[in-house]
């Protein structure tokens, strides 16, 4: 009887625990927002920051914005819409069913998953937990140690070890090769774009049909450059953003791509309960830290940076306070280059990527932000923030909700704008002694 009231009460917990997921979620709806012109950009943006609504995407003319709202909050939304006549339309009435959809068919990718251990690599078609990923560039180290180096960057808040990548056929050893910097999962919730930083190290280290890429540049790839929040979005709350630095009161967690010293403080949140919270200094995180050590590190050589978050299908480049870096047309140049090679692969129903400086684009100003900081250290070499499509896929999954189907095409087609970008710097020999070059 014992056993059976235990294994009663074990199935209990279970199916409580199981219903208990995303509770935090019941009754919050997605809307789509459709805004006109830039005035109406503004107007919306500033509704959603009095209210401190979670903005999914910015409503751009042409392009829908997707806005999370509580139910308590709904009325007063919808009220502040209409005064000023702003189209909207809820895309999904309780976003709770679309998360447990989400762990349903993400728990079904990973049961079919084939990976081994001993296989050629990770399975590109699952979205993988911090564990899982620290241990992959750990085998792949120890498996191809003539151009794989995996490095400690730091630790987090928590104690997780902040690792990357560095991929080069010779150790780095050639100074006047380029360097390539990709970063993925700053934020923590924007899980589709860790398949872009498995699918190039895939490329580079494991199924190599580029040479030239490995031959004539070094890589750097940071997977998970915010391990914290990325485990929390996975145990606690799918749609948290930031890192998971306490002692800010009841509010936690630091917005990374705020922290950089870039405008420290200027156009982000003074609050740790807002998910732009800037933190009390620039790099005051581990993670951000690491950043700084690493382009202080090959500063003279990063020729190209990408920091790549989710969603709404574009390049972006500097500055997020509306100025333009001396190099912008070539920034926009390469950037449109990139473009044109994801759009030529992408899947038909998303839209095509638009490029340009990120205020001109989102009509909204950032400060602190990684791409930014990375542009003013390495002068007139490129710098960037991808954001990837959204997909709705047969489900209706949206926004940062990731439907298996897309995991691998996501890093696919993000791929080729990588390559393009790639080949431009190592045509042109981007790096800082071309600078000098140019100064003289
Ligand atoms: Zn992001």
């Known amino acids: ?17 199981a219903q208990a997921k995303h509770e935090e979620y019941d009754g919050h709806s997605l809307y789509e927002i459709r805004v006109n012109d830039y005035e109406e950009v503004t107007k919306v943006n500033d509704i959603i920051d009095d209210m401190n609504l979670d903005r999914w995407s910015f409503a751009i003319p042409g392009q829908d914005g997707l806005v999370l709202v509580a139910e308590g909050m709904k009325p007063l939304f919808e009220n502040a819409l209409n005064d000023i006549g702003i189209e909207y339309k809820i895309e999904t009435a309780n976003i709770k069913e679309k998360l447990d959809l989400e762990d349903k068919l993400l728990a079904e990718a990973a049961r079919r998953s084939n990976y081994t251990r001993s296989g050629a690599g990770i399975d590109l078609n699952v979205i993988h937990r911090w564990g899982v990923v620290d241990q992959y560039l750990t085998d792949l180290a120890r498996r191809f140690p003539n151009i794989v180096r995996v490095v400690s960057g730091g630790r987090t808040f928590q104690g997780r070890d902040i690792k990357y990548l560095r991929i080069s056929s010779n150790n780095f050893q050639t100074s006047s090769k380029p360097i390539i910097v990709i970063q993925s999962l700053l934020h923590a919730r924007e899980w589709v774009t ?27 790839i940071i997977p998970i450059a915010n391990p914290d929040g990325y485990e929390f979005s996975h145990t606690n709350n799918r749609f948290w953003r930031k890192n998971r630095r306490t002692g800010f009161g009841i509010c936690a967690g630091v917005d ?42 090959y500063r003279s050589r990063i020729a190209l940076y990408i920091d790549v978050h ?17 190099n912008a047309l070539l920034l926009n140049l390469v950037g449109v280059q990139m473009a044109q090679r994801i759009d030529a692969v992408k899947w038909p129903s998303h839209r095509n990527y638009r490029v340009g400086n990120i205020v001109a684009v989102i009509g909204y100003t950032a400060s602190g932000g990684s791409s930014d900081y990375v542009q003013t250290m390495i002068g007139s070499r490129l710098s960037y923030t991808f954001e990837l499509p959204a997909y709705r896929g047969q489900g209706g999954l949206n926004g940062f909700l990731v439907e298996p189907a897309f995991i691998r095409q996501a890093g696919v087609e993000t791929w080729e704008g990588i390559k393009e970008g790639a080949r431009y710097v190592i045509r042109n020999r981007l790096t800082l002694m071309n600078d000098e070059i140019a100064n003289e």
């Not at 056993?3 to 009460?9: D, Q």
């Not at 989710?310 to 001396?326: A, E, T, V, Y």
Request: proline share 4%; charged share 15%.
């Open 310 to 326: 989710s969603h709404g299908s574009m390049i972006l480049f500097g500055f997020g306070n509306r100025q333009l870096p001396s």
């Open 256 to 297: 990374l791509n705020r922290n950089h010293a870039f405008n420290w403080g200027t156009a982000s949140s003074n609050s740790a309960c807002q998910d732009t919270f800037h933190g009390p200094s620039a790099f005051s995180e581990p993670e951000t830290q690491m950043k700084r050590n690493i382009i202080n590190q």
């Open 194 to 220: 860790l398949p872009v930083a498995l699918q190039a190290i895939h490329k580079l280290v494991i199924d190599v049909t580029d040479q030239d890429l490995i031959r004539d540049a070094d890589w750097i």
């Open 1 to 17: 009887m014992a056993g059976l009231a235990k294994l009663v009460f074990v199935l209990f917990v279970s199916v409580y625990l």
